[in-house]
């Protein structure tokens, strides 16, 4: 099983950035997905959830309205679409398959004043 995220780096607040998770080595088209964040010193919290069907997705509070989970089932792949960032957006992301405890390396997501 691989999960691997990319598409993290340094923005500007008020920037965007879209996280890719690409996975293989289980069914990626069965299985809820989600995006998770840790920053320095805080707990790991989930930031968007998408259910299997793609038809049902939840968002943290501090990042809806700003924040977009979708689904590729036929390339196995999960995005994050982060606009409007905010200092506080500053973490390492991580997709997972939560059910299956499956998670990604994480990729870095850094925004500048």
């Known amino acids: 099983v691989q999960l691997v995220e990319s598409g993290g780096g340094l923005v500007q ?9 690409a996975t293989s080595g289980f069914v990626f088209s069965l299985n809820a997905m989600a995006w998770y964040r840790q920053a320095p010193g805080k707990m790991r919290e989930q930031v968007a959830a998408i259910r299997s069907s793609g038809k049902g997705t939840a968002y943290a509070d501090s990042v809806k309205g700003r924040f977009t989970i979708s689904r590729d089932d036929g390339k196995s792949t999960l995005y994050l679409q982060m606009n409007n960032l905010k200092l506080e957006d500053t973490a390492m992301y991580y997709c997972a398959a939560p059910l ?9 997501v850094t925004v500048s004043s």
């Open 13 to 21: 607040a008020g920037g965007s950035l879209r996280l890719s998770c």
């Open 100 to 108: 299956m405890d499956y998670w990604g390396q994480g990729t870095q």
